[in-house]
């Protein structure tokens, strides 16, 4: 019920709040005075039953419009915050593998820039990480790893994407900004060039706004999942 009043477009109650006070207004102020000009209870009796039809537009709206749009939506949710979740998780088990790999703490409700740098400075692009890509013992570089799970988060967007006409403009507006945050860009380019580096330092400050905006994804994951309860 929460969920149905909430996500009622604000300019529409608006609209609906002044309609009902100015047809208060004419029905038990305006209607009990003479008419000021000749042809104004005509005008009167129009213009009420504008204010009435806008009303009952409203109403329409709510029970057959809006109405449905919940429903769908209560439909819909629970399968795109499952894909958020995945979408955060991702970056979270990154950060579990690598604080095994640098041994620095790495979690991303307290993680800071220092700790990003430190953890990137000891991981070498090139030795191996936790990804089994071929049995039975074929590991992927971290480079590897790292891509394979940017790859993984983007086809994880694309899900939450394409049921956009459920989702509103918050989600669409995090799920986008790790899609296209700097990160990703720069390791899908490096990843096409062979590279000589020992360490990951040079994506440290790309890899720390990844993980700003994946906690900024969890903490509206989070938001929603107590007003879907309600």
Not at 46 to 69: C, N, Q, T
Not at 164 to 178: E, G
Not at 193 to 221: G, W
Request: aromatic share 10%.
């Amino acid at each position: 019920m929460k969920l149905f009043i909430k996500t009622i477009p604000k300019a529409l109650n608006i609209l609906a709040i002044l309609t009902m006070a100015c047809l208060g207004l004419k029905i038990f102020y305006f209607n009990n005075i003479p008419e000021a000009f000749d042809g104004g209870y005509e005008v009167g009796v129009i213009i009420e039953g504008l204010l009435a039809s806008i009303i009952a537009s409203y109403i329409f709206y709510l029970i057959v419009v809006h109405l449905k749009e919940t429903k769908d939506k209560h439909i819909i949710y629970p399968h795109v915050q499952q894909w958020a979740n995945i979408v955060v998780s991702t970056c979270t088990s990154q950060l579990a593998d690598m604080c095994k790999a640098t041994g620095v703490q790495l979690d991303l409700n307290t993680i800071t820039k220092v700790q990003i740098d430190q953890a990137m400075n000891a991981l070498n692009p090139h030795s191996q990480s936790p990804l089994l890509i071929n049995l039975p013992q074929n590991y992927a570089n971290w480079l590897q790893y790292l891509i394979h799970n940017i790859q993984k988060s983007r086809s994880y967007i694309t899900k939450i994407m394409s049921q956009i006409i459920y989702i509103d403009s918050t989600l669409v507006a995090l799920v986008t900004s790790i899609e296209e945050c700097s990160y990703f860009n720069v390791l899908n380019q490096v990843y096409r060039h062979p590279m000589k580096n020992t360490n990951m330092s040079f994506v440290s400050n790309n890899f720390f706004d990844y993980c700003q905006k994946c906690a900024e994804l969890k903490r509206y994951i989070e938001e929603m999942g107590l007003l879907q309860k309600r």
